[in-house]
């Protein structure tokens, strides 16, 4: 069965194509070309049934993923679906399940049943806990260990899998060489450093890559290139094994597009703003016009409670400078496992970076949706106001708690709203005319 890079290639438009069209206001051939060219991706696996497709890349809104998924101090898989449903109706387009607990096949089974969104996977965590349960340690996991759980995540639905497939050897003596103060933060980026310097070997994951491409292209699974050394704070941003690794990944985004594999490549991490847009404009470059999918970046590393707000100002510059997918930052990141309230924040975060970059890339739908708002204001319409919000639920509770029902004007300004007087004598000055 051919993926949507090769049926684009082959000028054919999908269903996919069409739904994304509809979604973005934009020409199916619009959305076939940037598919056929890599620069758009539709993470979309023939396994998962109920997904509405949705795009991701050039020309399009900026999009925006949420992590879920247990851990090894909360193994329940349930808390993590109501999760799934909390981040979907906060408009999140995806879902990553990056669990680490107990049965996370099962775990990432019920997600993918019940998410219409995108889900993607890191497949080295399944590797790593399996492995340490069978053998004790991450360094004793096998080319097999890796591949079987690569298969079966695809062969469950997983849409798109990050893949640290850009840490090899010579980026490791970038990292030993230059030194960081925060070594590696990626969980899977140190599951297979840890390997690496243990067994003295290639990264697998680099060197069986055209095998990993097979099982992408057998279940149109997206490959998310994953950046395994990506900056854990400020003072590690941009710096060689960082810039390495994406010169790595430039080339593995063109090795992807030969055998007809979708690409994402992913991106820091804690940046300082000032470093933002260089680091967009270069994976662009380098990745040939690759979506970009970052987590945040985070622009400081002293607000532990409050990280969501550092994303957001991170992720509209980088979304202004040409990143196309953000993943959330929830409130308790660095601090402990997110609840439902944490992960509905950490979603209207990014959304709010997401939406600013939109309007200021000049998309239709983000000026159309801002005017509507602007109009109601004026019109002091508040049920047309709470409507239109991102965020409706937090709207109205604020609306109702701080106001009386019958209350034309906020309490903010009350009787001496700028709107309600001006409206007042602007009106009295056309009757005059």
């Known amino acids: 069965m051919a993926t949507q890079m090769q049926l684009a290639r082959q000028g054919i438009i999908t269903e996919a194509m069409k739904i994304v069209a509809e979604q973005e ?28 497709p949705r795009g991701v890349g050039q020309g399009l809104k900026v999009k925006v993923n949420a992590n879920i998924g247990t ?3 909360y193994p329940d898989p349930e808390p993590e679906l109501e999760k799934l449903a909390a981040a979907i109706e906060a408009g999140a387009d995806s879902v990553m399940d990056l669990s680490t607990g107990n049965n996370i096949s099962a775990s990432r089974q019920a997600i993918i049943g019940a998410s219409t969104v995108m889900v993607g996977t890191v497949p080295m965590y399944q590797v790593t806990v399996e492995t340490i349960l069978k053998r004790g340690a991450v360094v004793e996991m096998t080319k097999e260990d890796i591949f079987d759980v690569i298969r079966q995540q695809a062969a469950d639905g997983a849409d798109f899998m990050t893949i640290h497939c850009g840490i090899n050897r010579n980026v490791l003596k970038a990292l030993i060489d230059e030194g960081r103060v925060m070594d590696v933060v990626s969980r899977g980026g140190s599951f297979i450093t840890g390997w690496m310097l243990h067994n003295n070997k290639e990264n697998p994951l680099y060197e069986y890559y055209d095998e990993i491409l097979d099982i992408c292209a057998e279940y149109d699974v997206t490959i ?24 790595n990944l430039g080339e593995l985004t063109q090795r992807a597009w030969d055998k007809g594999v979708q690409v994402m490549v992913e991106g820091p991490g804690h940046v300082p703003y000032n470093q933002i847009a260089a680091n967009i404009q270069l994976q662009k470059r380098l990745c040939h016009g690759a979506p970009f999918y970052v987590l945040g970046p985070l622009v400081t590393d002293v607000a532990p409670g409050y990280d969501h707000i550092t994303s957001a100002i991170g992720g509209t510059l980088a979304a202004v400078s040409g990143a196309d997918f953000l993943c959330y930052v929830t409130p308790a990141e660095h601090l402990g496992l997110p609840d439902l309230q944490d992960v509905r924040e950490g979603v209207i975060a990014a959304r709010i ?35 239109l919000a991102l965020d409706p639920v937090k709207a109205t509770e604020y609306r109702n708690r701080k106001n009386k029902s019958d209350d034309e ?4 300004c009350g009787d001496y709203c700028a709107v309600k007087i001006v409206g007042k004598y602007l009106e009295e000055h056309m009757r005059k005319k």
């Open 224 to 247: 998310s290139l994953g950046d395994g050394l990506r900056p854990g704070c400020i003072a590690d941003a941009t710096d060689r094994a960082q810039i390495q690794e994406l010169l």
């Open 353 to 387: 970076a997401a939406h600013a970059a939109d309007l200021a890339k000049g998309n239709k739908q983000a000026w159309e949706w801002d005017l509507a708002m602007a109009k109601a204001r004026k019109n002091l319409d508040w049920p047309e106001q709470l409507r």
């Open 71 to 73: 851990s090894s101090s």
């Open 25 to 52: 206001q934009v020409t199916p051939e619009f959305i076939r070309e940037g598919v056929a060219a890599g620069t758009i991706a539709i993470p979309c696996n023939i396994n998962h049934k109920n997904i509405i």
């Open 409 to 412: 004007a906020c309490s903010m």
